[in-house]
């Protein structure tokens, strides 16, 4: 397995306001994603951290409202754009790092106020 | 449309009898499968794993079926024990990537003393 680390564990930002969240992994790995887990639902992909190059996004998410650096194999940026109370979620940065078998980090609970 | 569904939303179970956590498929191209437990403010941690040419995997307490005939897996907990009391997500890919793995919305399970 991989060991993730995630800052901030948790913020409460004001609306129109962006942060960015931090993941560090403990080795180098090929393929890094970024989740979301909103309140009471399942957990959503929203884009690919390529190293090197732009992210892929999926459908319903866009580099301008979520922007991702990945600058090597073991660390990755998401910035939430443009807050709004929609975005209060739990974001989860993870790894591929045996098999097909993802791991996760601890999260950022964001709240938008 | 939702291709991994976990009908039931909650589940409580005595200490010491077993749990059994049930998630459905609709993709027949799905070919690994893994369960996910998540603690409150934390991110999911892997428990484990089966591949599509296993009907069972067992890690200690911990045991996975699937019936592929019926696009169903299971997760049996025995023991329960009140540390297992968390959310479980299923999840189930067809390829490698997280743009090809697909979770369903979690069971919560409480484990009575």
């Known amino acids: 397995s991989a060991v993730i680390s995630q800052k901030p564990s948790r913020d409460i930002c004001q609306r129109g306001t962006s942060l960015t969240i931090q993941c560090q992994v403990d080795s180098q790995v090929t393929m890094m994603f970024w989740y979301r887990q909103q309140p009471g639902q399942s957990l959503t992909l929203i884009a690919t951290a390529n190293q090197g190059s732009e992210a892929t996004y999926e459908s319903g998410f866009v580099i301008d409202k979520f922007p991702i650096s990945r600058p090597n194999l073991t660390f990755s940026t998401l910035t939430v754009s443009n807050m709004s109370p929609e975005d209060s979620s739990i974001y989860l940065c993870?790894?591929?790092?045996?098999?097909?078998?993802?791991?996760f980090g601890e999260g950022s609970w964001l709240t938008v106020v | 449309d939702q291709q991994v569904k976990q009908n039931s939303p909650s589940l409580s179970v005595q200490e010491g009898r077993i749990s059994i956590l049930n998630c459905d498929y609709t993709?027949?191209?799905?070919?690994?499968f893994l369960w996910y437990k998540k603690y409150p403010a934390e991110g999911p941690t892997f428990l484990i794993s089966i591949s599509s040419i296993k009907d069972k995997n067992e890690d200690g307490r911990f045991t996975v079926f699937l019936n592929k005939s019926a696009k169903h897996l299971s997760l049996h907990i025995v023991p329960s024990q009140p540390g297992d009391s968390a959310v479980y997500f299923c999840?189930?890919?067809?390829?490698?990537?997280?743009?090809?793995?697909?979770f369903g919305t979690g069971t919560r399970l409480t484990v009575i003393p």
């Open positions: 993870s790894v591929v790092a045996s098999g097909n078998t993802i791991y």
């Open positions: 999840a189930a890919s067809a390829g490698t990537g997280a743009n090809n793995l697909f």
């Open positions: 993709n027949s191209m799905f070919d690994y």
